[in-house]
């Protein structure tokens, strides 16, 4: 099994800026795909954004486009979201999540490993 522990949530105002990390340790092999999926009350769990463990490519959902980077440290098995310009729309539980595979899948179901969540609020 993997284990994934997030880390770098908190309350900030809109405009502002987090970076989330997300450590990962157990069986964990840096090919994996890497991927940061969010959920806010009364909606779907939605993918943010994914990384292969290539780093070659990247996946970010349209509406965080141009504000959210997605980046990774391999020899730290770690995987980072720095988010800049944060809106209130960005509110929710941000859950880091392992792909076993080399390629990134877009919905929840192709992930294998999830963290705990952490709590990202913005306000206006």
């Known amino acids: 099994q993997v284990q994934l522990v997030e880390s770098g949530g908190g309350l900030v105002q809109a405009g502002g800026s987090l970076r989330l990390s997300c450590a990962a340790s157990?069986?964990?092999?840096?090919?994996?795909?890497m991927g940061w999926f969010r959920q806010a009350p009364g909606k779907e769990r939605e993918l943010v954004a994914a990384?292969?463990?290539?780093?070659?490519?990247?996946y970010y959902a349209d509406s965080v486009k141009g504000r959210f980077t997605i980046s990774r440290d391999n020899a730290k098995g770690t995987v980072y979201l720095q988010m800049n310009s944060l809106k209130y729309e960005d509110t929710a539980v941000y859950y880091c999540?392992?792909?076993?595979?080399?390629?990134?899948?877009?919905?929840?179901?192709?992930?294998?490993?999830w963290g705990q969540g952490t709590q990202v609020t913005v306000s206006s």
């Open positions: 999540a392992v792909d076993r595979t080399s390629v990134i899948h877009t919905t929840t179901h192709g992930y294998d490993y």
């Open positions: 157990g069986r964990f092999f840096s090919g994996y795909t």
């Open positions: 990384i292969t463990g290539s780093r070659t490519n990247t």
